[in-house]
């Protein structure tokens, strides 16, 4: 799925939230937020299991390479292409990860990179200049203050493509159904493996809400950090920046400045001991022969964007 140009005679923004939407948006974004420092607490003394800690874990994976694969490697930069069956589960792993609906997802990342740390940017944490007390406010705006406000950027102007497919619809507009799953999969497995009341409620706060929030802040610090702190081997026209502590929680996907400097390669971490777990699982499509016409990096792509160190 290539990616398709934005339309740019169409406005920016298609409307505000209104409020009751926005008391939706707020219950999903500060509920498993509430749930993950509570979890300090009950960590410390009791309440979670290995079923808990393998249901966290595996769901974890499945709704992280549902956005990192899914979402910004395939719908939003076209890095590879798939067939039905593929695209479909992406779409619906990802909307698993409680971020907006794939629709949104996608519109907001290419508005994103269509004005990466300028006006119109999103969730740039440069939009309010460089003092320190402009960066700490620009930083809380990066990692979730932006979600909270209420304009609404146009689909029609940056996802056409996807507004145009009737299976991305169809998966879109039954985006309650899939936030349903991802909460309600976990409790109840947990009580099919434990046959308790109790196992089914530790997996529904361990495995869905505690495990929604912490892959929400994984992914806000690649906004936030990764527009920070860290290095740019790589020439691109913002601030995105590599930032390793959180190479293997994020999938591959703050090798950031890697990827800025060539959105639609499907593996962000290039350089040698980069680990890019999203470009194995593309590879491992590819090999399946699910996913073709993957972008690996070329050589000379590397070269020419490669930032030449004095000295």
Same mark, same amino acid.
């Given at each position: 799925?290539?990616t398709?140009?934005? *339309?740019? +005679?169409? @406005?920016?923004l298609?409307g505000?939230r #209104? !409020?009751?939407?926005m008391?939706? /948006?707020?219950? %999903?974004l500060l509920v498993?937020f509430?749930?993950?420092?509570?979890?300090v607490?009950?960590?410390?003394?009791?309440?979670i299991?290995?079923?808990?800690?393998?249901?966290a874990?595996?769901f974890?994976?499945?709704?992280t390479?549902g956005?990192?694969?899914?979402?910004h490697?395939?719908?939003?930069?076209?890095?590879?292409?798939?067939?039905r069956?593929?695209?479909?589960?992406?779409?619906?792993a990802?909307?698993m990860?409680?971020?907006?609906?794939?629709?949104f997802?996608?519109?907001?990342?290419?508005?994103?990179h269509a004005?990466?740390d *300028?006006e +119109?940017? @999103?969730h740039s944490?440069?939009?309010? #200049? !460089?003092?320190?007390?402009a960066l /700490?406010r620009? %930083?809380?705006?990066?990692?979730m203050?932006?979600?909270?406000?209420?304009e609404?950027?146009?689909?029609?102007?940056?996802?056409?493509d996807l507004?145009?497919d009737?299976d991305l619809?169809v998966v879109?507009?039954?985006?309650?159904?899939w936030?349903t799953?991802?909460?309600?999969?976990?409790?109840a497995?947990g009580w099919?493996?434990?046959?308790?009341?109790q196992?089914?409620?530790t997996?529904?706060?361990?495995a869905g809400l505690?495990r929604i929030?912490?892959?929400?802040h994984?992914?806000?610090?690649?906004?936030?950090?990764?527009?920070?702190i860290?290095d740019? @081997?790589?020439a691109s026209r913002?601030?995105?920046a590599?930032?390793w502590?959180?190479a293997l929680?994020?999938?591959g996907?703050?090798w950031h400045?890697?990827?800025?400097?060539?959105p639609?390669?499907?593996?962000?971490?290039?350089l040698r001991?980069q680990?890019?777990?999203?470009?194995?699982?593309?590879?491992a499509?590819?090999?399946l022969?699910?996913?073709t016409?993957?972008?690996w990096?070329r050589?000379e792509?590397?070269?020419?964007?490669?930032?030449?160190q004095?000295g």
């Open positions: 799925m290539p398709a140009p934005a *339309r740019p +005679g169409k @406005p920016l298609s505000r #209104g !409020t009751a939407e008391l939706v /948006l707020k219950t %999903f498993p509430a749930a993950l420092i509570a979890a607490p009950l960590l410390w003394g009791w309440g299991g290995w079923t808990d800690l393998i249901l874990t595996v974890y994976v499945l709704a390479l956005v990192t694969v899914g979402y490697r395939y719908f939003t930069h076209g890095a590879f292409k798939a067939g069956p593929l695209r479909i589960a992406l779409a619906i990802g909307s990860a409680v971020q907006g609906s794939v629709i997802w996608v519109a907001s990342h290419r508005r994103h004005f990466s *300028r +119109g940017d @999103p944490p440069w939009l309010f #200049g !460089t003092s320190p007390a /700490l620009g %930083f809380w705006h990066a990692h203050g932006w979600m909270f406000q209420r609404v950027t146009n689909a029609d102007r940056f996802a056409p507004v145009g009737r619809r879109n507009r039954f985006f309650w159904l936030i799953l991802s909460l309600g999969l976990p409790a497995l099919a493996f434990s046959g308790t009341w196992g089914a409620l997996a529904f706060f361990w505690v929030a912490f892959l929400h994984v992914t806000w610090s690649v906004n936030s950090v990764c527009h920070l860290g740019r @081997p790589f913002d601030r995105a590599n930032f502590p959180l929680l994020s999938m996907e703050s400045n890697s990827h800025h400097a060539d639609t390669c499907a593996r962000h971490g290039v001991g680990v890019d777990v999203s470009a194995r699982v593309i590879w499509f590819e090999r022969g699910w996913a016409d993957v972008r990096p050589a792509r590397l070269a020419a964007k490669r930032v030449q004095p």
